[in-house]
C-alpha cells in the first residue's frame, strides 16, 4: 500500500497528468454533447423507453473513448518521465521490486482512467437525458451495463498499455508513436491488406467499438472482453519480464 500511495503522491502533483486529464476530459465532453444532440435530434417518434436510454448510453460513450489517446500518453509519460530524469532510480531505492512499482502504477492510472471516463459519462449522460427528454428514457436497461463496461475499460486498457509501453521502451516519444499506432494507424491500415480484417477484429480497437455496439458482433460479450483486456494484461507482464531479466 505504501507503493500505491508514493505512486498516487506522484502522479497527482505531475502537471502532465492535469493536462492530459484536462484535454482528455474536455475533448470528450464537448464532442460527446454535439453528437448526443446530433443523434438524438434523428431519432424517429415512437422509440420506447429503453431504446431512448440506451441511444443515450451509446452516444456518451462514444464521447468516452475519445480521451482513450490523451490517457494512453499520460501512461507513457507516468514512467519514461521517471526513466529520463532518473528519479526511478529513487524510487528503487524505496522499492526495489520492479515488478511491484510497475503494478502499483498500473493501480493507480487505471483507477485515474475510470475517475476520467466517469468525468465524461456522468455531465454526458445526464446531458443525453435532458435532450432526449421527450422520448422517457428509463434509467439504465441491462443492455447498458455492456456498453459502460466496453467503454470504460478500453480507456483503461490504452492507458495501462501506454505505461507498459513506456516501461519496456523506456523513451516516451517512441513510447507514444507505437500506442498511437496500436490505437489508430494499425486498424484503419489493415483493412487495406489481405486478411487484414481478420487482424483488426483483434486490434484492442474492435472489441470497444463492438462492446459499445458500433460495429456488428463477431465475437461472444466475453471474448470481446478478454481481448480487449488482453491488450493490457499481455504488455504489462512483458514490461515485468523485462524488468525481472535486467
Not at 423507453?49 to 440506451?54: E, F, K, L, R, T
Not at 520492479?98 to 492510472?109: D, G, N, T
Not at 498499455?161 to 498511437?180: D, E
Not at 458482433?217 to 525481472?244: E, G, H
Request: charged letters at 10%.
Amino acid at each position: 500500500m505504501n507503493t500505491v500511495a508514493a505512486e498516487w503522491l506522484k502522479l497527482r502533483t505531475l502537471r502532465s497528468t492535469w493536462w492530459a486529464m484536462g484535454v482528455g476530459v474536455g475533448l470528450s465532453l464537448v464532442l460527446t454533447v454535439l453528437g448526443a444532440e446530433t443523434v438524438i435530434a434523428r431519432w424517429e417518434p415512437g422509440r420506447t423507453p429503453d431504446q431512448a436510454a440506451m441511444g443515450v448510453i451509446v452516444a456518451v460513450y462514444v464521447g468516452v473513448i475519445v480521451a482513450q489517446l490523451p490517457l494512453g500518453m499520460l501512461g507513457t509519460m507516468t514512467i519514461t518521465g521517471e526513466h529520463s530524469s532518473r528519479m526511478i532510480d529513487m524510487t528503487r531505492l524505496a522499492t526495489p521490486s520492479a515488478s511491484r512499482i510497475l503494478l502499483a502504477k498500473a493501480l493507480v492510472l487505471g483507477g485515474a482512467a475510470i475517475a476520467g471516463s466517469l468525468l465524461i459519462a456522468v455531465p454526458g449522460y445526464l446531458y443525453g437525458r435532458f435532450v432526449a427528454a421527450d422520448f422517457h428514457p428509463s434509467p439504465l436497461p441491462a443492455a447498458a451495463w455492456q456498453v459502460i463496461g466496453g467503454g470504460t475499460l478500453m480507456i483503461v486498457v490504452t492507458t495501462l498499455l501506454g505505461l507498459a509501453l513506456g516501461a519496456i521502451l523506456r523513451n516516451g516519444a517512441v513510447a507514444t508513436a507505437v500506442l498511437i499506432a496500436v490505437v489508430l494507424v494499425l486498424p484503419f491500415t489493415a483493412r487495406v491488406l489481405p486478411g487484414g480484417e481478420l487482424v483488426n477484429r483483434f486490434m484492442p480497437g474492435y472489441p470497444a467499438l463492438q462492446l459499445i455496439e458500433q460495429v456488428p458482433d463477431i465475437m461472444p460479450v466475453w471474448a470481446a472482453f478478454t481481448v480487449l483486456a488482453a491488450w493490457a494484461v499481455v504488455p504489462l507482464l512483458l514490461a515485468a519480464l523485462r524488468d525481472r531479466l535486467r
